[in-house]
């Protein structure tokens, strides 16, 4: 979808509401609707306004040089704000005679009640009206998260190369980032995880100076960031040979991941999709230690639409990349997770992640 096949989809949704305006406040949405992937940060430094004939964007003056020539011949207008973004929105929205507006819901309290007191029409919180739009990816936005992927396949190469008894977490994420970082990732797409040893039955655990010893196994969580797109892949190697019992939990959570690879598909629900994975884990009495779900849908944001949990009630659409990761964790001893991103088609998954599956003695 172009960006103005985005804008045109998103008025669609507004009028079915009976919307005459909606304020974008979320970076990744906003992103997202004007296409200037690279002129914000993550800072609440924009406010992007869609009505059925009007395309705002409102920004500050440290943004406003990059804004506008980003916005050079597209439908939007850049605003470069000296009071608050909402208040000069707003006062354009009034004069324009709008009398209900939508505002994000994911907006803070504190911004959706200032809106409030502002604006003397009709105020409505809603949900996921964008995100919806960006389950989607088009052939450029998936062309950027395989890019990506490539490079995170490449660093997981690099890490084999250089993962040895004595570094540390710490260590071993610095490899990462700086590979990535050198190698064309724009920042990351989140803080890598290394958790090693004890630490792997900790699915989110913080990178810490722990030393990494012979006969570790170290789950690798990472992800690279191109054109503004994330990737997302897990890996759990062991360092050395592979402690007792490790190698039969290796291979229940690579068959559940590869039931996952062979049976997800468009069309199904979320809950279906984790289902696959959940149901080769249950078999092999594991399910109560695979606490989280099978996987998220990745794209501006690392974490976005849809979920594949058993929350995950919509039904997943062609076109959205997400990814397959189950993981089982037995605290005091290990754990084990893999993770791919792969495209939904109404056939099945092609999958981005390049990097072997099988397990890795290094
Ligand atoms: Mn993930």
Partial sequence: MTVAGRLAALRERLAAESLDAMLVTDISNVRYLTGFVGVFDPEAAALAVVAPDAADLYTDSRYGEAATLAAEGSAWRVHVASRALHTEALEQLHFAGAASIAVESSVSHRRFRAIEEAFSGQVHASDDLVEQLREVKDAEEIACIEAACALGDRAFEHVLGVLSPGMTEVDVALEIEVFLRRNGSEGLAFPPIVASGLHSSRPHATVSERVI??????????????????????????????????????????????????????????????????????????????????????????????????????????????????????????????????????????????????????
């Fill in 213 to 362: 010893e012979a006969g570790d196994p170290v789950t690798l969580d990472f992800g690279a960031r191109v054109g503004g797109y994330c990737s997302d892949m897990t890996r759990t190697v062991v360092v050395g040979r592979a402690p007792e019992g490790f190698r039969e939990l290796y291979e229940a959570v690579l068959a559940a991941q590869s039931a996952a690879r062979t049976g997800v598909r468009a069309g199904m629900t979320g809950i279906e999709a984790d289902v696959i994975a959940r149901d080769v884990l249950a078999e092999a009495g594991l399910a109560t230690h695979f606490g989280h779900g099978l996987g998220h849908g990745v794209g501006l944001d690392v974490h976005e639409l849809p979920s594949l949990s058993p929350r995950g009630e919509r039904t997943l659409q062609a076109g959205s990349v997400v990814t397959l990761e189950p993981g089982v964790y037995l605290a005091g001893r290990f754990g084990v997770r893999i993770e791919d991103s792969v495209v939904l088609s109404d056939a099945g998954c092609r999958v981005l992640t390049g990097a072997p599956r099988d397990l890795i003695e290094v």
